[in-house]
């Protein structure tokens, strides 16, 4: 517990500074004040010594710009992660500093919890799905049961980085973000890497492949910023098929190309959903979202004294208990649930019920480019129903094919309750089963999610082979696991039980499972602060 003296609550002093930018912000009942001095390498990406030693040279002036009157001041937040070490550590150090001489409360925020809560404050969202799209992070976030919940993230580098990594490989200036903006203006779509695996994503692929390309610049950077964007995009709207919710709030320095924030437009006017974008100075890193996160932490209990204020370069955002926010319930819009209650869409297809029969129709993505979007529905329908009938000629329950048109499937209906509906432990250990058959059978299913698995007769059928692939590569089906996981922790308190029971199951059919579940660990141990 904090033993300084307590204040009236005013003004917060909030210090961002986790990469390139080290800034200052007042917040009271609304921003007072807000000043930056970003940093600028002289070549090539964020040098993190460099960075720091940056910070250090500008904090006082920083400060300065901001902190007109200190006797107004209650308390001082700092970014205390996750981001670069030694930025870390020059911020956490200048806070501790002024709650010390200024006697007042320290609280420690973290970086992207921040994002959300200001893209809250300044766009009056209530609870939505959100795309957060920065240099180092890329991830789904949403809340349930006091925490925010990673329903899915980059599995190698942020979105920003990819950008930034292939702008320093073509000569383009360092932020590479709008360059590439600009310089697609006039460039055309060719085919790139399109890496999406179930709720995550991958762009390191997307970058090696746009870097070698001889195409006019203009060219490579339209396509990489449509490939990028529809796979950010097409996990969102996973998400929000997932969770029900009909509100989705895109935060993050990359969130400001124009682009994207058309692209997510579409894609939620097409479910029935809002789009939301705070102005462009809450967007990238910035001390006011540090100043009202602090805010509103202090005002629910959080403080902490000097020596308590360690940084934690890869602090997560669903380690934070949100205390500041209290769930709304289920939502029933934008689910994609159609007036026909015999037919439904999920995130990627409208699902029709014919009697015994359930037909799967692919819909075209209006946000994605025309080309790219025939390709991924070709792709994926032929390897649905190619790998839904090698699963279960390894003993997989799968529904029985029917016939398959171009981008439609028909194969049997299958009764019984979602997994995500019964989320009993018996349940998942029979869930456990299933997945252990299918990864000894070398096949992935790509989107492993509770709602994917529907429970029949005791035993548990998987649906939907749309992102499947053949593969015993260990990593593969470690994040393999690694989605379903995500999904179990992203929905439900009694995920730790959960866990264990699909680990008995999984292990009591797949020779291979513990080293399996090992790697999923690492995967969930791997910083994305790249």
């Not at 205390?323 to 994609?336: A, F, H, P």
């Not at 698995?453 to 998987?462: E, F, G, K, P, T």
């Amino acid at each position: 517990m904090n033993k300084r003296k307590s204040r009236v609550p005013g003004q917060i002093l909030g210090i961002e500074g986790t990469a390139w930018n080290l800034s200052a912000a007042l917040f009271d009942t609304d921003l007072i004040a807000l000043y930056s001095r970003p940093y600028q390498p002289l070549q090539g990406g964020i040098h993190p010594r460099e960075a720091a030693q940056h910070h250090a040279s500008e904090m006082k002036e920083v400060i300065r710009q901001v902190l007109t009157d200190p006797s107004h001041i209650s308390g001082v937040a700092f970014s205390m992660g996750p981001g670069l070490g030694p930025c870390l550590r020059t911020v956490a150090t200048a806070a501790r500093a002024l709650a010390l001489s200024l006697d007042v409360p320290l609280v420690g925020v973290n970086h992207c919890i921040a994002h959300i809560e200001i893209g809250r404050f300044a766009t009056g969202c209530e609870d939505p799905v959100v795309l957060y799209a920065s240099g180092a992070n890329t991830q789904v976030i949403g809340y349930l049961n006091s925490r925010y919940r990673i329903f899915g993230e980059t599995l190698d580098i942020g979105l920003g980085n990819a950008l930034d990594k292939f702008a320093r490989g073509k000569g383009l200036p360092h932020p590479g973000g709008p360059a590439i903006e600009k310089l697609s203006e006039t460039g055309s779509y060719m085919p790139l890497p399109y890496t999406v695996k179930g709720m995550d994503l991958a762009f390191s692929g997307l970058v090696s492949a746009a870097k070698e390309q001889a195409s006019p610049i203009e060219d490579v950077c339209f396509s990489l910023q449509e490939t990028a964007f529809a796979m950010c995009v097409e996990v969102t709207e996973r998400a929000l098929a997932h969770t029900g919710k009909d509100e989705v709030l895109l935060v993050g320095g990359v969130g400001v190309n124009r682009r994207l924030q058309e692209m997510l437009s579409v894609m939620c006017g097409e479910r029935g959903a809002t789009l939301y974008v705070p102005d462009r100075k809450y967007m990238g890193d910035n001390g006011a979202m540090i100043a009202y996160t602090g805010k509103i932490m202090l005002e629910h209990g959080y403080a902490r004294e000097p020596e308590q204020s360690h940084i934690n370069p890869n602090f997560r955002s669903d380690q934070v208990r949100v205390t500041w926010r209290r769930d709304v319930g289920e939502k029933t819009r934008g689910t994609g649930i159609l007036p026909d209650p015999s037919t439904a869409r999920g995130a990627e297809a409208i699902v029709t019920m014919e009697g015994d029969l359930v037909k799967k129709q692919r819909v075209k993505k209006v946000y994605r480019q025309p080309a790219l979007d025939e390709r991924l529905i070709a792709e994926r329908t032929r390897a649905e129903a190619r790998l839904i009938s090698m699963a279960r000629r390894e003993g997989v329950p799968t529904p029985v094919l029917r016939d398959v048109i171009h981008d439609t499937i028909v194969m049997e209906k299958v009764k019984g309750p979602l997994l995500k509906e019964t989320l009993l432990c018996p349940d998942i250990e029979e869930a456990g089963r299933t997945v252990g058959r299918l990864h000894a059978g070398g096949i992935v299913h790509g989107d492993l999610t509770t709602s994917n698995m529907i429970m029949r007769d005791s035993r548990c059928v998987l649906i939907d082979f749309g992102l499947s692939m053949v593969s015993r590569e260990i990593e593969a089906r470690g994040v393999d696991v690694h989605v379903l996981f995500q999904t179990l922790e992203s929905t439900t308190e009694a995920y730790p039980e959960l866990k264990d029971a699909f680990a008995r199951g999984y292990r009591s059919v797949f020779d291979g499972a513990d080293e399996v579940l090992m790697r999923e660990q690492e995967i969930e141990r791997r910083g994305r602060y790249l």
